[in-house]
């Protein structure tokens, strides 16, 4: 994985750990053990299914960078869509409180999402590479 995704990954992945950890202790004092048990729950799936999909497009697109958009959207309405499933096949579960996992599975997403946001907006990458390699006799940014 190039640097620049695994970069991605850690400046999504550590806010959402510590909002998971706050959802946690939150949840633990508001519903109990059940409470913190479904929150960890949340947290967890929303890091596994996002790096997973991170992980994926960057797969999808390492030699075929003109898919980047197609493949983003698929990849990102794939995630929903498991993440869907899982909310219809947990709804009705005992383990945890299904309340403390729905918060904190929706905020967890929104901190992820934020963590892309920024994490992307701080990255200094080039969108425009040029092969060629500069004139010797000329130096870069000169005209012959």
């Known amino acids: 994985m190039p640097s620049h995704d ?7 992945a550590l806010p959402t750990a510590v909002a ?10 508001v519903a109990g053990g059940k409470g913190a048990i479904g929150a960890a729950f949340a947290a967890l799936l929303v890091m596994a299914f ?3 999909g ?3 497009l960057d797969r999808l697109t390492r030699n075929n960078p003109q898919l980047m958009m197609g493949a983003a959207l698929l990849v990102y309405t794939t995630q929903i869509l498991l993440v869907g499933i899982v909310l219809a096949a947990f709804k009705d579960t005992t383990l945890f409180d299904t309340k403390a996992f729905a918060f904190t599975l929706l905020g967890c997403v929104f901190v992820w999402s934020g963590g892309q946001v920024r994490t992307h907006l701080k990255a200094k990458q080039f969108y ?3 092969d060629e390699k500069p004139d010797e006799r000329t130096g870069p940014g000169r005209q012959p």
Do not use: C
């Not at 998971?20 to 004092?29: D, E, N, P, V, W």
């Open 6 to 12: 695994a970069r991605m990954i850690r400046g999504a």
């Open 20 to 29: 998971g950890l706050l959802a946690i202790a939150i949840s633990a004092a």
């Open 50 to 52: 996002f790096a997973s």
């Open 54 to 56: 991170q992980y994926a």
């Open 128 to 130: 425009v590479q040029n």
